[in-house]
């Protein structure tokens, strides 16, 4: 039985150990700073609770040292350093932290120590680059990919009309991120929240639609003239942010208040995480898009891939923790199956590239009920 610890307990953490835990194939330790999040997990056939903190590599290896694999789902601000004290460890890991950094980094210290680092290993950034791997390897063109993505509260309440499954401080870094991307073969860097667009998606409706640091490795790896990501939510969202991170709501730099200093985005977190939480029975839905579009055995065509979850009221799991975290765990257990061991810095698309490695994928997606619906439409002549 491999054992397998999960670094971060929050809600698409606890996802990923009762996933990993329910079938009695792994001995699952969950590690948090927190005894409030880690007293559901205390228990539970197959799970060891741990409390540790994670901003202490010192304590990092020492949860570690014991583990067959890790799973990374800490916040994004601890992301890079954990990733690199696991891969010194010699341990080998999947991660869904999302830092900020260029992981690409660790590579040559993954492949020193011989350690399989499978990383963004999510919804999207995750599934949605996997897809794109696969076309990559199998298209004789790519000409332009774009994925739509977003989770979202069934009950659409005012002001903000969102609730948030991950930390605050890592979605107020979303809207404040630039944005890269790529336009006719260059590199562009564009403000969070800009370029608005609306569009209907099924099973939602009408969403809006902005540009956000979503295609991260997408620019290293992959060849394509014209790729964007962009963060769906109801109509509306995203002028209501910028007018907070324009001004001045979301810097990080102290302000004098009477006789104290204040960081305004710590401020605005501990007060957005009251309008954005997300109670164990709130439901909610994530809703993604991908088109790939390029050419195929010499004729032009666009594959469109669309997905819809919802909330799972018997397990009490949110819609976004399970897209994230069973996309994660499936990649766990093609590690914990042998059948992906190229050691160094992987990322999802590289995943997609090979046909069995996507296959396990999406099988153990569809056992869980997260399912991609695929149009692919060839022009008229």
């Given amino acids: 039985m491999k054992k397998v610890a999960v670094l971060g307990a929050g809600r698409v953490g606890r996802a990923i150990v009762l996933d990993l835990a329910q079938e009695g194939e792994f001995e699952v330790t969950a590690v948090d700073h927190s005894k409030a999040i880690l007293k559901p997990l205390q228990g539970l056939a197959g ?18 040292e014991s583990q067959d694999i890790v799973v990374g789902a800490v916040p994004g601000t601890l992301g890079f350093q954990t990733l690199r004290t696991v891969i010194e460890a010699g341990k080998p890991v999947v991660d869904i932290s999302f830092c900020p950094e260029d992981e690409f980094e ?26 794109l791997g696969f076309h990559a390897a199998n298209m004789s063109k790519l000409n332009r990919f774009a994925c739509y993505v977003g989770g979202l509260p069934v009950i659409r309440a005012w002001p903000f009309e969102y609730k948030a499954t991950s ?13 890269r991307l790529r336009i006719d073969g260059k590199d562009v860097v564009k403000p969070a929240l800009s370029d608005i667009v609306l569009m209907d998606l099924p099973g939602v409706g009408t969403v809006e ?28 969202h995203a002028l209501k942010m910028r007018l907070l991170r324009d001004t ?6 102290p302000r004098a208040v009477a006789d104290t200093e204040v960081v305004p985005r710590d401020l605005s977190a501990e007060l957005l995480s009251a309008a954005w939480g997300l109670a164990d029975d709130d439901e909610d839905l994530t809703v993604m898009r991908v088109e790939v579009e390029g050419e195929e055995n010499g004729h032009p065509i666009t594959h469109v891939y669309d997905l819809f979850d919802r909330y799972n009221r018997e397990t009490r799991t949110h819609s976004m923790s399970r897209t994230t975290g069973y996309t994660c765990t499936a990649v766990v257990r093609l590690l914990a199956a042998g059948l992906y061991d190229k050691p160094g810095i992987s990322p999802p698309e590289m995943l997609g590239r090979e046909p069995d490695c ?18 692919s439409r060839v022009p008229r002549a």
């Fill in 167 to 179: 930390s605050p401080a890592d979605i107020i870094e979303k809207y404040t991120r630039p944005a």
């Fill in 106 to 131: 660790l590579h040559n210290l993954a492949c020193e120590k011989n350690v399989v680092a499978i990383i963004d290993c999510g919804v999207a950034p995750g599934l949605s680059n996997m897809m």
């Fill in 47 to 64: 799970v060891k609770a741990v409390e540790a903190d994670l901003s202490d590599a010192d304590a990092v290896r020492s949860v570690v």
């Fill in 209 to 236: 639609a902005f540009n956000s640091d979503g295609l991260r490795t997408l620019l290293t790896t992959i060849d394509c003239p014209n790729m964007v990501e962009k963060t769906v939510r109801y109509p509306g």
């Fill in 358 to 375: 996507l296959q396990f994928i999406l099988d153990r997606l569809e056992e869980r009920y997260v399912e991609l619906s695929l149009d």
């Fill in 248 to 253: 001045g709501f979301f810097e990080t730099h």
